[in-house]
């Protein structure tokens, strides 16, 4: 089965607004929580990440939230832009040794109308 | 320049050939990945590797091998291809170790198609 869901495949948000996207999973051993963006014929890029030791994490417009009671990890975009719009992949992993083997969910395409 | 190259950009096989994709990296990262790209999929894990001959499955490893002899160079191989192997395969690198582990950099991808 799908360790990590997205369980949103698109979401349409208006300019200036707050993107959420939502990503679950199931392995309650995962310590490491990432989300990438991905424009069409482009290679994914981390956006933010965070260890399962902190529950929120910001940086300029991104929020991360964690919970790992209920298995659920979202990001949140504040003003949204138009230059947002593109794949978000969240993934989450286990470290072993000092690599995280990440498991990715299957996206978020994001729209942003102007 | 931190940079993590595929070659190639774009390939068409026919079923049953014999499919090699390259994957290098100019950053000495310890760990090195393959994953593939499907619609309503995701990225699904082929093979880790931890470092020269140290490789790990993933996910989907079934009719995939892989082959890593130098630090900064992973390689896919396709024995005998099929049609539901047509994707695009992403090839990634980590450092392994230290504050920045975890952070994946990825390749631009190849599209493989099999006929």
């Known amino acids: 089965g799908q360790q990590v869901k997205q369980s949103s495949p698109s979401l349409t948000v208006q300019e200036g607004g707050i993107s959420i996207l939502n990503c679950d999973y199931e392995?309650?051993?995962?310590?490491?929580f990432a989300w990438y963006k991905k424009y069409p014929d482009n290679s994914p890029t981390l956006l933010i990440s965070v260890r399962s030791n902190v529950d929120k994490r910001e940086d300029g417009r991104l929020t991360v939230f964690l919970n790992k009671s209920g298995k659920h990890f979202s990001l949140h975009i504040t003003a949204s832009q138009p230059e947002d719009t593109a794949v978000y992949l969240c993934a989450a992993g286990l470290h072993q040794g000092g690599s995280a083997k990440l498991i990715f969910g299957e996206g978020t395409k994001l729209t942003v109308s102007s | 320049d931190m940079k993590v190259t595929q070659m190639p950009r774009y390939l068409i096989k026919r079923m049953g050939e014999n499919v090699l994709l390259e994957c290098g990296q100019d950053m000495s990262h310890e760990t090195m990945y393959w994953y593939r790209q499907d619609p309503g999929l995701g990225l699904q894990l082929i093979y880790i590797s931890y470092d020269v001959d140290s490789n790990s499955e993933g996910d989907i490893p079934k009719g995939y091998r892989v082959s890593r002899k130098k630090r900064e160079h992973f390689s896919l191989i396709l024995d005998s291809a099929k049609t539901n192997q047509t994707s695009v395969y992403f090839c990634?690198?980590?450092?392994?170790?230290?504050?920045?582990?975890?952070?994946?950099?990825f390749g631009s991808g190849t599209r493989l198609t099999v006929l």
């Open positions: 392995n309650d051993m995962f310590d490491y």
């Open positions: 990634a690198s980590s450092l392994g170790t230290g504050g920045d582990a975890e952070t994946l950099y």
